[in-house]
């Protein structure tokens, strides 16, 4: 308990028993704080008449006020009906009947009425020294709300609330900023067991698993952007990406024989071409059951971009040669049945003659050979599909084939 001034006040309009009398009261205070509970104030004090006897043995109704130091604004009030008053002596607990809900971050004072006048001075709150150290001129720890600090150092480390921040902060999860026009739900915040994520207006921006960081839209550094869209900037300038890889390494990865260019039908016999094995160094390739067969696949590719680029392996097999005009080629087109087709490669071969072909498939009296091949076409309005066609136009239909291995789509 803290000892507070002694004060004198006249009293009008107070019960009989005191009417016209000068009362004096010493007050003792002290202040009860649990956590998770309701702040009390324990008040005792001294009731005496103007002539300095005790006031009457007996119980009393008492106002108690709350005002902010030097005005009419009452900040808390509660009427204790029966008071008692032994030898002039009382004692109550302030809010036991209306909660005692002040942040105690202002200067207060208190008011205290038997009857309908309230006696004067009021009494200033004041505070225990220690307790200047919870509230001081910049520092404030109220009992309630926000504290406020100038400087924070833990020496334990400091818990908060997992969970997304909600809008402007309402769900008071986690670490978020306020001020410049802040609105709370920007900072840091948890939202799974071992998972720590930066959110922005509510919207979560990056997220940190062990072992992983993922963003969350685009990543920006000087002249470097990464964007979720797939693409990737230096200086403003796109660059190839690579968007899908077809390495035949146990299917056909989507791709089918069909009767010819402009046909939009697969070969009767197996629409899938064979999923071959030409030995070390080039494994697994598509083989045309019929040298006369296209080779198609349709691509869908998403995102932002606006040209495409095809590598693949083209294989040379058996007793091509430039006398006969025999020839690869790979196009672009919108559908199977060879809707805007355009040829985006061609080249003759001649494995036959060729000091540096080798025999590894089909008819071992052939030398054959592989070639890396890339084509370049432009992406047709927003369409993100396209078709890829591979073939070759021979001369005769044995002795002279062709395959493909490993087919990679880029764009940008």
Known sequence: MRSFKTFQSSCKNVPASISRAMMIMFLLVSTHMFINAQATLSLQGILKKANGIALEDDTYPITFKIYVVDSTQVKWMETQPEVEVISGIYSVILGKVTPLNLPFDKDYELGISIGSQEMRPRVRLTSAPYAL????????????????????????????????????????????FTGNNGDNDSGLFSTADGKASLYS?????????PGMATVIGDLKTNNLDINNNGTVKYNGISDWRLADVDDFSSSHDGWKQYNNMTSGTTYSFSEFPCLCNFGTFIGNVLEPSLNTLVLKKEYDIPGSWTQMKVKFKYIYVDSWD????????????SNASGGNVKLGWSALGQVNQSPYGSDFAG???????????????RRNSNDSKFWVYI?????????????????????K
Do not use: H
């Not at 001369?395 to 880029?410: C, D, H, K, R």
């Open 363 to 377: 008819n071992s009296t052939y030398y054959d050979y592989e070639l890396d091949v890339e084509m370049t076409g």
């Open 391 to 411: 073939g070759a136009l021979l001369n005769q239909t044995t002795l002279e084939s062709y395959a493909i291995g490993p087919v990679e789509i880029w764009v």
């Open 201 to 209: 207006n509510n919207v979560e921006i990056l997220s940190v698993t």
């Open 133 to 176: 150290a919870l509230r001081g001129s910049s520092n404030q720890f109220p009992s309630a709300g926000q504290v406020l600090a100038d400087e924070i150092k833990v020496a334990q480390g400091v818990l908060a609330s997992g969970g997304a921040p909600g809008t402007n902060g309402v769900d008071k999860n986690g670490y978020a």
């Open 322 to 333: 430039l006398v006969d005009q025999d020839r690869s080629y790979a196009a672009f087109a």
